[in-house]
């Protein structure tokens, strides 16, 4: 059964720090591109953060560039999504997402209909 899990979601202080962790059974990781998205309370879901699977290309929208980090473990069949920095507005709950094939472009790698398989998502609260 192909299944993916996300943890490490929480309540945070602004300006503070959690690591997402998107962990994958029934299937290796390695073969897959990955994307982190999120969706807020009466917003759409929307793409954060990619990372593919041959070359290790990462793709991140504006508003977290340079605050979060998307790495992959394959050895332990883990993505991650480091989040530095956050701010109100990152509140959300984040899910990881897997395609079998590498996003040819920014556009793709960020939108929902390219992923095949979803995790049910981890929550996300930045306040004081």
């Known amino acids: 059964q192909v299944q993916l899990v996300e943890s490490g979601g929480g309540l945070v202080q602004p300006g503070g720090s959690l690591r997402l962790s998107c962990a994958a059974s029934?299937?290796?990781?390695?073969?897959?591109?990955i994307g982190w998205f999120r969706q807020a309370p009466g917003k759409k879901r929307v793409g954060v953060s990619y990372?593919?699977?041959?070359?290790?290309?990462?793709y991140y929208v504006d508003t977290v560039k340079g605050r979060f980090t998307i790495s992959r473990d394959n050895a332990k069949n883990t993505v991650y999504l480091q989040m530095n920095s956050l701010k109100p507005e990152d509140t959300a709950v984040y899910y990881c997402a897997a395609a079998q094939s590498d996003s040819i472009s920014y556009y793709y790698a960020l939108s929902a209909a390219t992923y095949d398989y979803w995790g049910q998502g981890t929550q996300v609260t930045v306040s004081s």
């Open positions: 990372i593919s699977s041959s070359d290790g290309r990462t």
């Open positions: 029934g299937f290796t990781l390695d073969y897959y591109a």
